[in-house]
């Protein structure tokens, strides 16, 4: 079959709802939901979210999310062209629907603008050699530009829900560490003229940043800065990091920060790894390494 269909494709939207459950996202309704639109016909989705953005003014976002359960044999580029079109068209649709205000009236309160687009290729072990391919699948997808009222579309794939997974996982570590006394929140500076602002909620925008912020406060009752760090790990790719920290007022010479890396190569990171702490200066910096998994961790998997 070209999808786990039925069981399989059902398993892996509740377990990419325990992700975005974890990053304190807030479901709307049931899975596999028929929803009214516009028109008096009905359009299936798979689950549909809201998450408070913390960016400017803190409004909420509310987000229909595509699960879908592939093998890397049956992919093509066709299908996540028809995907997208698919998806975008029920949002066009569906955003200014009485009917569905009225099954969900917190939908009125925010916009329906944004979709994602899960893929979790179930044979992960090929996922690497795949991943080109799913690549140049996506730099082949041509959405219709709209003069008014666009939507957003984005794609997840192994790569991006694993990412995810292992910095849901750091922040677990954090926050049940008996060295912790008010939790991780995820920081976002100041955008135009917003003040800057923390929170346990992480922003769809953030999902594939090259560093996520945030800090945890510790029993000694002092700030802990923290970046989850997905760059490259060379000298250069480092530079450009601390260059964007400083650019953000996130350096301070009075507070530890504790940069996780992710996919690094010990034996090859430890050779730069000193050189990398002196690009900081007076900055207290300790490095560590993130979870690197091929396929999904148990808090996706336990039911």
């Keep these: 079959m070209a999808e786990d269909q039925g069981v399989n494709g059902d398993r892996w939207n509740d377990q990419l709802q325990k992700l975005l459950l974890a990053l304190n996202w807030t479901t709307i309704g049931d899975s596999n939901m028929d929803l009214p639109n516009e028109k008096d016909s009905k359009h299936g989705v798979d689950r549909v979210y809201w998450y408070q953005d913390s ?5 909420r976002e509310a987000v229909i999310v595509e699960a879908k359960c592939y093998l ?48 979790w290729f179930s044979d992960h072990t090929q996922y690497a050699a795949f991943q080109g391919k ?47 006394k008010e ?32 800090s945890f406060v510790g029993s000694d009752d002092k700030e802990n800065l923290i970046v989850f760090y997905y760059g490259e790990l060379n000298i250069e790719s480092f530079e450009r990091l601390h260059s964007a920290l400083a650019n953000v007022y996130y350096l301070n010479v009075e507070k530890k920060m504790s940069i996780y890396c992710y996919q690094r190569n010990d034996k090859e990171f430890r050779k ?14 300790i490095i560590k390494e993130m979870e690197n998994m091929t396929d999904l961790p148990t808090f996706m998997r336990n039911k």
């Design 55 to 59: 960016h400017k003014k803190g409004n």
């Design 183 to 214: 939790e991780f929140k995820f920081f976002y500076p100041i955008v135009e003229n917003f003040a800057a602002n923390y929170s346990n909620v992480l922003n769809l925008n953030y999902f594939a940043s090259k560093f996520v912020l945030g």
């Design 134 to 180: 799913f690549v140049d699948a996506m730099k082949k997808v041509a959405m219709t530009r709209k003069t008014s009222d666009p939507n957003k579309i984005y794609v997840l794939e192994n790569s991006a829900i694993l990412r995810l997974a292992s910095l849901c996982i750091e922040v677990e570590k954090i926050n049940n560490s008996k060295n912790t």
């Design 272 to 285: 730069i790894e000193p050189e990398i702490i002196n690009l900081f200066g007076q900055q207290q910096v």
């Design 72 to 119: 890397t044999t049956s992919f093509s580029a066709s299908l996540l062209d028809g995907w997208v079109k698919v998806l975008d068209g029920k949002l066009t649709k569906l955003k200014n629907s009485d009917e569905l205000f009225k099954m969900f009236p917190i939908l009125e309160q925010m916009p329906l603008r944004t979709g994602i687009i899960a893929v």
